[in-house]
C-alpha cells in the first residue's frame, strides 16, 4: 500500500513544476511580443479612433485627422478606400459671379454640403488617416548620395527618416554641382502647396538649402 503511493507526491511535484515553468515562458513570450513587436497594419483587432466633429460652410481638412463631417446633405466620416487611399470629407465649392459695371469676377466659397476627396496615400491610409512622412519645415537634413540623374537619398536629422528624392525643376549640367549637398546639414523649405504628405503618389516638394538667399533646385520627396 505504501510502496504504490510513494512515486505520488514527486511526480506531483514535477508536473507542477514543468506547468509553472510553461506558463512562465509563455507569459514572458507573450510580454516581450508585446513589447518589441510592430502592430500590424490594418489589424481588424485595432479599436477604431473616434473621428473630430466638424460642420460646413467653416470647416478645412487637417492632415492626420479623421474627421466626420457634417452638412446639409448629411454626415460623413473619413475612411479608407480599397486601395489603401483616404477618402477625405471636406465642404462643397461653390461660386457666383459678381459684376461691376461691365467687369465680373467669379467668387469661389464653401457651402453647407459635404463632398469626398480621394487623397493618395501610397496604400497606407489606417483607420481614416493618411500620416504624412515629410519633415519639418525648418528642420535639418543630411544628403546620404546624390547622383547625376537627379536622384538623391535624403536622412531628416529630425526623425532619422530617410527620403527619397528627386529633382524636380533642375539638371545637374556636371559633376561640380554635387558637393554642395554632401558638404553637411542642410535646412528644410516646404514648397507645397497644403499640407504634403511625402507618401507615393502623394511626394512633398521641398528645397534644401544652407543660406535662404542661395538659389536651390526643387525636390519631390517621399518618405521610405
Not at 98 to 108: A, H, I, K, N
Not at 119 to 144: L, N
Not at 187 to 196: A, D, F, K, M, Q
Request: hydrophobic residues 30%; contains cysteine.
Amino acid at each position: 500500500m505504501n510502496g504504490s503511493k510513494a512515486p505520488c507526491r514527486p511526480t506531483h511535484r514535477r508536473r507542477l513544476a514543468r506547468s509553472r515553468s510553461s506558463v512562465t515562458r509563455a507569459c514572458l513570450t507573450a510580454a516581450l511580443s508585446a513589447l518589441w513587436l510592430p502592430a500590424c497594419d490594418g489589424d481588424d483587432e485595432t479599436t477604431p479612433s473616434e473621428p473630430e466633429a466638424a460642420s460646413c460652410p467653416d470647416f478645412n481638412p487637417k492632415a492626420g485627422v479623421k474627421h466626420a463631417v457634417s452638412g446639409n446633405n448629411g454626415s460623413f466620416t473619413d475612411h479608407c478606400d480599397e486601395n489603401g487611399d483616404l477618402v477625405q470629407y471636406g465642404c462643397a465649392l461653390t461660386s457666383q459671379t459678381l459684376c461691376e459695371g461691365e467687369y465680373c469676377t467669379e467668387v469661389w466659397s464653401q457651402s453647407d454640403e459635404v463632398e469626398p476627396t480621394t487623397v493618395a496615400c501610397g496604400g497606407t491610409c489606417h483607420d481614416g488617416m493618411c500620416i504624412g512622412r515629410c519633415p519639418s519645415d525648418g528642420s535639418a537634413v543630411e544628403f546620404e548620395s546624390v547622383s547625376m540623374d537627379g536622384s538623391a537619398s535624403v536622412r531628416s536629422l529630425e526623425t532619422a527618416r530617410l527620403l527619397a528624392c528627386q529633382l524636380t525643376n533642375h539638371t545637374f549640367a556636371s559633376e561640380d554641382e554635387l558637393p554642395k549637398f554632401l558638404a553637411g546639414p542642410l535646412t528644410v523649405w516646404i514648397v507645397s502647396l497644403g499640407e504634403p504628405l511625402c507618401l507615393p503618389g502623394n511626394p512633398g516638394e521641398m528645397v534644401f538649402h544652407e543660406n535662404p538667399s542661395d538659389p536651390m533646385p526643387g525636390w519631390d520627396c517621399v518618405g521610405i
